[in-house]
C-alpha cells in the first residue's frame, strides 16, 4: 500500500490534480449504478449492507460506465460448497448466447471445495487451488504471469472457505492486471487485447456475497480503438 500511496502521489505531482481515491461502487442500500444483462429481477438482492447473488440464472451485472485503468476492491463470501462466481474486468458485458457469459478478463472466485467436487475420472487436479484464477473470456487474449494452459493461476493458496469472507485488489492499468488476495499479490496477466470496458458480477450456480465494492480510477493510457469495448446505452 505504500508503494501505491507514493505512485498515486506522484501522478498528483505530475498532474497538479488531487490524489486519486476510492468510491464506493456499492451504496449498500440498492443495485444503483449496476445493470442488469441477462438474469433474473431476483438473481440480485440487498440485504444488510451486502449484495446478494442466488447465483439463478448464469448471466452477469455490469457496471454503468466503462472503466480503463483503476484499482478495484471487492470483498466476497461463498456460502455453498464449491461455489462459482467471478468479475468480469474490460468487458463489452454482451452474453455469448451459449455460455450466458460476456468477454472480458475473468477474475476467478471458486469456494474450496470446487475441485474436490469437480474431479476426473475420481482424481482431484494436481493443483487444488483454482480460485483468482485470471483469464481472457470469448475471444479477449492475455499473456499469463502464471501459466496453467491459457490461464494464469495464483501461486499461493490464500482464500479462506465457505462462511469467510475474502478481500480481493484488483489493479487494472494499460491491460495488465495485479490480483491481491488476502492482503497479498499472487497473480496476474499482461498484454490484454482488450483494456477498457464494463466491470461484469457473475451469477454462475451457487450463491455468493459481495460487500465493500470499491473502485480508484487512475489516468487513462494509450489505447487504441480497437482495445475498447463498445459503448452500451
Known amino acids: 500500500m505504500k508503494l501505491l500511496a507514493s505512485f498515486l502521489l506522484g501522478i498528483s505531482v505530475l498532474t497538479g490534480g488531487a490524489v486519486p481515491e476510492f468510491r464506493d461502487l456499492f451504496n449498500g442500500v440498492d443495485l444503483t449504478g449496476w445493470i442488469n444483462v441477462n438474469t433474473a429481477k431476483d438473481t440480485w438482492s440487498v440485504r444488510n449492507g451486502e449484495l446478494i447473488c442466488s447465483g439463478h440464472p448464469i448471466g452477469v451485472m455490469r457496471s ?48 474450496l471445495e470446487w475441485p474436490n467436487l469437480h ?13 483468482g484464477e485470471l483469464f481472457g473470456v470469448n475471444g479477449v487474449k492475455t499473456v499469463p504471469d502464471n501459466p496453467r494452459g491459457e490461464r494464469s493461476m495464483s501461486v499461493e493458496n490464500r482464500c479462506k472457505g465457505r462462511g469467510e469472507w475474502n478481500t480481493y485488489d484488483v489493479v487494472a492499468v494499460d491491460g495488465v492486471i495485479k490480483l491481491s488476495v488476502n492482503g497479498k499479490f499472487v497473480n496476474g496477466i499482461s498484454r490484454t487485447s482488450q483494456k477498457k470496458g464494463y466491470l461484469c458480477l457473475e451469477s454462475e450456480g451457487a450463491k455468493i456475497h459481495f460487500r465493500n465494492i470499491k473502485i480508484m480510477e487512475l489516468p487513462g493510457g494509450v ?9 452500451l446505452p
Open 64 to 111: 454503468a460506465k466503462q472503466y480503463e485503468n483503476f484499482v478495484l476492491h471487492v470483498e466476497w463470501m461463498h456460502t455453498e460448497p464449491g461455489g462459482n462466481s467471478g468479475v468480469f474486468v474490460w468487458s463489452s458485458a454482451r452474453p455469448n448466447p451459449t455460455s450466458r457469459l460476456p468477454d472480458g478478463v475473468e477474475v476467478q472466485m471458486l469456494e
Open 119 to 131: 474431479k476426473k475420472d475420481g482424481v482431484t487436479p494436481p493443483i487444488a487451488y483454482v480460485h
Open 223 to 231: 489505447t487504441l480503438p480497437e482495445q475498447v469495448a463498445a459503448e
